[in-house]
């Protein structure tokens, strides 16, 4: 095409748009066709099309340059669906309005359209960044996940696609769950490539890789599998890896229904998997041989395998020595004791094993307890699910109602329930125990030990000490049979592992001493550092 030709092609543009924009021309262009579409669906009345699996279509297009139009619009019955087609030139763009940047698709694709006309061979002259699809199933999933797909008559068989995605996500923010007070303060987002971009600006290892996974037949989620290779067992890699092959399934949200579909049946309240919002606790997992999984639109990331003790380390306090930590721990042990076990111990004290109690004290609880119309357990029961319901209005209900609920029902609704004698001034001190020490550990262990407070406080109400006792067999074997990702949930008192206890499990060494990693993530290169820094 010569100087003229080009001239003239950009004087019909021009007249047709009258001043307009590209996108807002063509937009206005094709409003009537959306239109007569609408109406003509209306007036049929047409029934309910087949399921479009993408899977199953895995013919080439076709290398009529019409055939291929409609078949994008037979597969796409979508109103974001946007076609600018140039019939004279034989040149189409179809593109979702929805999550392309249409400010760039005005400024760099449009003026380069009239090019294209004469040279379809120079795409990628053009266009450097496109890739060129032959196939129904990468054209349309190209458009799917924000491309734009370029026809030409003069491309048999073929289209051209480029990335233009745009769909707003919030900023790196401070974390909300994981408070840090002298550490980073950034996390994760629901974006995938600022959250693994985060992780390697801590980590800037060439060792540490991560493998993309797309699952979910219908939302096409991506998963990122994150891990030091020289480090992290291969074997638990691959059977993840694997795992997540083999899922086939409509749709994935979030990452439990990945981590469900990865783990399997587990009828257990007590998390296998960690999630952590912090860049910095990734790598810090990551080092030790453990693997992250990322979900695309999760602002989390999930960490296997995953003992009981590795959720009571304190992200903050982990950059604050030794002794610190291990305080924190305790302190957090205790808390989770006290929450498990006070108000199975008040029901058992008062109710079967009260000839133990000092006379004392026991005064005291039998002067607190009359006037109470029901037993003891009864009111254990009563008030402990109202306060369940009380933390449950606190956490989810929306805007300033949810810390309001909780202001009446911890103050109002208590002081008023203890003046007229519906409970006890002592077990409203054992709730408020309970309810801080629930929330001191990590969130996740929170609805475990909510829910097995229950079991322990109906033993203690017919065995008393001896159903505390017996209760507690039962969760420990539970717990004991209990494996993340092949290792021991109580790893590592169960099997018992000295140095992994005194090596960073418990009692975090000094830097020049931790030479080793943990034993029990069965990393393959076990050594941390070589040689003695002070030497």
């Known amino acids: 095409m010569n100087i003229g030709e080009m001239g003239k092609i950009r004087n019909i543009w021009v ?25 003509k669906s209306d007036s049929n009345a047409n029934p309910v099309k087949p399921t479009i ?29 946007k076609g600018i087609k140039l019939e004279e030139q034989g040149i189409s763009c179809y593109f979702l309005t929805t999550i392309i940047d249409l400010k760039r698709f005005n400024d760099e694709i449009a003026p380069r359209l009239q090019e294209w006309v004469d040279f379809p061979e120079k795409w990628h002259i053009l266009f450097p960044q496109a890739v060129l699809r032959d196939t129904t199933a990468d054209t349309v999933t190209d458009l799917l996940e924000g491309h734009i797909v370029m026809n030409h008559r003069g491309l048999h068989g073929q289209a051209v696609t480029l990335s233009m995605l745009s769909i707003k996500s919030r900023a790196v923010e401070k974390p909300d769950n994981e408070k840090m007070i002298l550490g980073p303060k950034e996390s994760f987002t629901e974006d995938l490539e600022t959250n693994i971009g985060l992780t390697r600006r801590w980590l800037k290892d060439p060792n540490m890789v991560f493998h993309y996974f797309q699952v979910g037949e219908r939302s096409k989620t991506r998963v990122a599998v994150g891990f030091i290779r020289d480090i992290t067992n291969p074997d638990w890699v691959h059977e993840i890896e694997t795992n997540l092959k083999k899922i086939n399934i409509d749709r994935i949200i979030g990452h439990k229904d990945v981590m469900d579909l990865i783990i399997g049946k587990t009828n257990t309240p007590f998390p296998l998997y960690e999630l952590t919002e912090l860049p910095a606790r990734i790598v810090f997992d990551l080092s030790e041989g453990r693997i992250a999984i990322l979900v695309d639109g999760s602002p989390f990331s999930a960490i296997l395998p995953c003992p009981l003790l590795s959720m009571y380390i304190g992200s903050e306090y982990v950059m604050q020595g030794g002794i610190i930590p291990l305080f924190v721990r305790s302190i957090r042990v205790v808390a989770a004791f006290l929450a498990l076990y006070a108000p199975a111990f008040y029901v058992a004290l008062v109710s079967i094993n009260s000839s133990i109690i000092p006379v004392e ?48 029902g911890s103050l109002i609704i208590g002081q008023a329930a203890s003046q007229a004698h519906l409970v006890s001034h002592v077990i409203i001190i054992v709730s408020a125990i309970t309810a801080v020490g629930t929330y001191v550990t990590l969130y996740q262990l929170s609805m475990p030990i909510r829910i097995w407070k229950y079991p322990l406080i109906i033993a203690a109400a017919v065995l008393g000490l001896y159903g505390i006792i017996g209760c507690t067999v039962i969760l420990i074997a539970h717990l004991c049979g209990l494996k993340s990702l092949g290792v021991p949930y109580l790893s590592p008192f169960a099997p018992l592992r000295w140095k992994d206890l005194l090596n960073g499990a418990i009692w975090d060494k000094d830097r020049s001493e931790s030479k080793k990693r943990l034993s029990m993530f069965k990393a393959q290169d076990k050594v941390r550092q070589e040689g003695d820094p002070d030497a």
């Open 361 to 408: 004290t026991g005064v005291v609880l039998a002067a607190d307890q009359l006037g109470i119309p029901y037993p003891t357990v009864i009111e254990a029961l009563l008030l402990f699910i109202i306060l369940d319901i009380f933390i449950e209005a606190s956490t989810y209900v929306p805007g300033a109602i949810g810390p309001a609920m909780n202001i009446v």
């Open 53 to 81: 699996d993408l899977s199953e279509q895995t013919e080439k297009l076709p290398r009529s340059y019409e055939e291929r139009l409609q078949l994008i619009e037979e597969l796409i019955q979508t109103d974001d669906l």
């Open 15 to 39: 007249d047709e748009m009258k001043g307009e924009s590209f996108v807002s021309f063509f937009n206005k262009k094709n409003k009537k066709n959306n239109q007569n579409k609408a109406n």
